[in-house]
């Protein structure tokens, strides 16, 4: 009886460190390629208008990513149909080659912040579509496919004060 009692404790806290936590989502890229027309869609479903949230954009990358940084395009449409686009840059190393992110080994991941203290406007979805931007340069034309990405997700949270 005593185990069943720690055991049911354990999982209650357990399961109270992430309470903050709405949504994370991932979807692999394949052969850890992300080509330049796959825009990837991430749907948050939402019936809370009044707490601020936090919205992340999870991206993991291994050793054969050859950039130090990372532009995303991010476009959030709400239930309504508004759209809001943002151009991003992101820091995936520093100066001296050391891959920024969280994890052992090759595969580091990093949590790129892209919305801060949203109250969502409406109850309903919305939609958030990811897609890469980069370029090499002096060029015009993006990257067909950017090698070493090989997960790309969203997490939303809830921002507690």
């Not at 890229?29 to 796959?38: P, S």
């Not at 991003?88 to 190393?93: D, P, V």
């Not at 340069?137 to 090698?147: D, R």
């Given at each position: 009886?005593?185990?069943?009692?720690?055991?049911?404790?354990?999982?209650?806290?357990?399961?109270?460190?992430?309470?903050?936590?709405?949504?994370?989502?991932?979807?692999?890229?394949?052969?850890?390629?992300?080509?330049?027309?796959?825009?990837?869609?991430?749907?948050?479903?939402?019936?809370?208008?009044?707490?601020?949230?936090?919205?992340?954009?999870?991206?993991r990358?291994?050793?054969?990513?050859?950039?130090?940084?990372?532009?995303?395009i991010?476009?959030?449409?709400?239930?309504?149909?508004?759209?809001?686009?943002?151009?991003?840059?992101?820091?995936?190393?520093?100066?001296?080659?050391?891959?920024?992110?969280?994890?052992?080994?090759?595969?580091?991941?990093?949590?790129?912040?892209?919305?801060?203290?949203?109250?969502?406007?409406?109850?309903?979805?919305?939609?958030?579509?990811?897609s890469?931007?980069?370029?090499?340069?002096?060029?015009?034309?993006?990257?067909?496919?950017?090698?070493?990405?090989?997960?790309?997700?969203?997490?939303?949270?809830?921002?507690?004060?």
């Amino acid at each position: 009886m005593r185990n069943l009692s720690f055991c049911i404790l354990a999982v209650m806290f357990i399961s109270s460190c992430n309470s903050n936590i709405v949504q994370s989502e991932y979807q692999s890229l394949k052969d850890g390629v992300w080509d330049k027309d796959n825009v990837l869609e991430f749907s948050v479903e939402t019936n809370d208008t009044v707490q601020p949230h936090n919205i992340f954009i999870n991206v993991r990358n291994d050793t054969k990513y050859p950039y130090s940084n990372l532009f995303i395009i991010a476009a959030m449409t709400t239930p309504e149909g508004e759209v809001t686009k943002d151009t991003l840059e992101y820091a995936m190393a520093l100066p001296d080659g050391t891959w920024l992110g969280k994890g052992s080994g090759s595969v580091k991941e990093n949590k790129l912040w892209y919305k801060e203290d949203i109250v969502f406007g409406s109850s309903g979805v919305y939609t958030i579509e990811v897609s890469h931007a980069m370029r090499k340069n002096g060029s015009v034309t993006g990257i067909i496919g950017l090698e070493g990405i090989t997960d790309v997700g969203i997490e939303v949270t809830k921002n507690n004060p």
